[in-house]
């Protein structure tokens, strides 16, 4: 059965630092994997797909990129935390259908 | 005008009712639909998909899907309080748009659902 892997569980990081999140997925190949973010009182925003190894689109502009080295691994970056990126960070997967299933996720606050 | 829309709630039903959860969207071109449940401090959980109208069952779950009214709807039977979290409601515009966009969702802000045992 397929699992997908993220982590930290949780992230406390001051303003101006700056941030990787892993994403990894199990028992699958070639997933198409999300960046999702759930901030307080919003629902849950795609930031990021990607089809393949080095492959990203994003769908929000903002102060995060990520990158795709290899098959099942999906990372979210950035250079510099602002205080507007903190929120639970999600990562999903889909393969041929269109279901998403999310990793355990990243709560992220920034101080 | 949001794209996805819940009621907020929170809906308070007692156990063993049925809990009836409702859902609108904007676009017409939207294909795919989506229940998620997601407990507090907890990702979200896929716990229906409905592709075209009409109802699905799983188990005490049925799904419902109005295209023409854009409306979409989740009905637990026999709740519990172990069904008491934030339901979420999510679109998919076009899964036939390979290339990735197939879990490209979009999301209601979800209706907290509590069971009163």
């Known amino acids: 059965s397929q699992t997908i892997h993220q982590w930290p569980a949780t992230l406390v990081q001051p303003v101006g630092s700056p941030l990787s999140l892993e994403c990894t997925v199990e028992g699958t190949s070639n997933p198409n994997l999300y960046w999702y973010r759930q901030a307080a009182g919003r629902g849950l925003q795609l930031l990021f797909y990607s089809v393949g190894i080095g492959q990203i689109s994003s769908e929000v502009p903002q102060n995060l990129s990520a990158s795709r080295p290899q098959d099942r691994q999906f990372i979210l970056s950035s250079k510099k935390l602002l205080l507007s990126d903190s929120g639970f960070y999600l990562c999903?997967?889909?393969?041929?259908?269109?279901?998403?299933?999310f990793g355990q996720g990243t709560r992220l606050t920034v101080v | 005008q949001k794209e996805v829309e819940q009621n907020s709630g929170p809906l308070s039903v007692p156990e063993g009712a049925i809990a009836s959860l409702n859902c609108t969207y904007s676009?017409?071109?939207?294909?795919?639909f989506f229940w998620y449940r997601q407990y507090s401090g907890k990702s979200p959980e896929l716990i229906m998909s409905i592709y075209s109208n009409g109802d699905k069952e799983d188990g005490r779950f049925t799904a419902q899907l109005n295209k023409a009214s854009q409306y979409v709807s989740l009905l637990i039977r026999d709740s519990q309080p172990s069904d008491s979290a934030t339901y979420l409601c999510a679109v998919n515009k076009g899964w036939m748009n390979y290339g990735g966009s197939q879990g490209n969702l979009i999301f209601g802000k979800g209706t907290k659902l509590s069971v009163k045992p």
């Open positions: 999903a997967w889909t393969r041929q259908g269109p279901e998403a299933f």
């Open positions: 676009d017409r071109g939207s294909q795919s």
